[in-house]
């Protein structure tokens, strides 16, 4: 019977898992969880035996103890992209993660250790012309060189576009463009504002999520490896485009299926417990 409770348990955990992929279906950068199980402690009745002169060795016998879930995986592969024609919206084909951070613009960026990463690229520019999420906090970036290079050396600032900028666009390169309007000798002429910095982890499965669609470094993810889209493995950027959630509902609602039908399995075996206990308690009469 308790072998049973277990089985409830870790398929009605199954079955959270499953209800929050498809909850998130359509979120914008949604990755995808999966739950596996392992089986519990076993009861030994008796151990296995080596061989003698007369007899073969036996082998132990163990009733099992029942399951466990042994993990929940994100499974951060990537997705379809769809193309919104937003000049702010940027997919990451590829390895790699957006950089954003909650702090005062006015103010050094932060260590790396209160960074937040997504995947979501739907971005807006505040009316200081800085480059955010919709939630407000501040996408990280890279000045530019005098030759029009990132300045990588210079360590990671906050996007911010100048005032009178208009055409804004993102090349595949991270590059943040505009055209200037600020009435100087650069006026009508397409600037760079600086460049979008995308991080890497050793283990980008190891990633916490935050909600809002933000994770965060753990020990298991490893330090993160910040720098420009398309260099040192880094994926590249779609401008005009949002990478969608890897949710795929086939495969979720045959989980869903699995997990119901466990569950079901294992209700039956607590009835049928119930109904030989039922049984031992009549012999009384």
Request: zero cysteines; proline letters at 5%.
């Amino acid at each position: 019977m308790y072998s049973a409770i277990s089985g409830l348990k870790a398929h009605q955990t199954m079955l959270d898992v499953t209800a929050n992929n498809l909850a998130n279906a359509n979120t914008v950068g949604y990755k995808a969880s999966r739950t596996t199980f392992a089986d519990s402690l076993s009861q030994s009745i008796r151990g296995a035996a080596g061989p003698t002169a007369e007899t073969a060795g036996t082998n132990a016998a163990q009733v099992g103890l029942g399951v466990r879930v042994s993990s929940i995986d994100n499974l951060v592969g990537t997705s379809a992209t769809q193309m919104t024609g937003n000049p702010t919206d940027v997919a990451l084909q590829g390895e790699g993660w957006f950089s954003v951070v909650r702090a005062d613009p006015s103010a050094p960026v932060p260590a790396n250790g209160s960074w937040s990463y997504t995947r979501a690229g739907n971005f807006t520019t505040t009316a200081t012309g800085h480059l955010t999420t919709p939630d407000g906090l501040y996408v990280l970036g890279y000045g530019v060189t005098g030759t029009g290079t990132p300045d990588v050396a210079g360590g990671p600032r906050f996007l911010q576009l100048p005032a009178g900028a208009s055409d804004v666009a993102v090349g595949s390169d991270g590059s943040v463009s505009y055209v200037d309007h600020s009435g100087g000798p650069l006026d009508g002429t397409r600037q760079t504002a600086g460049f979008i910095a995308v991080s890497r982890f050793p283990n980008q499965a190891g990633l916490q999520r935050q909600g809002g669609n933000l994770w965060s470094a753990t020990a298991n993810s490893g330090a993160p490896t910040t720098d420009t889209p398309g260099v040192n493995g880094n994926g590249a950027l779609i401008s005009g485009a949002l990478e969608m959630s890897n949710v795929d509902l086939a495969s979720e609602f045959t989980t869903m299926i699995s997990a119901q039908r466990g569950f079901q399995a294992n209700s039956r075996v607590i009835t049928v417990a119930d109904d030989m206990l039922q049984e031992v308690v009549n012999m009384k009469r």
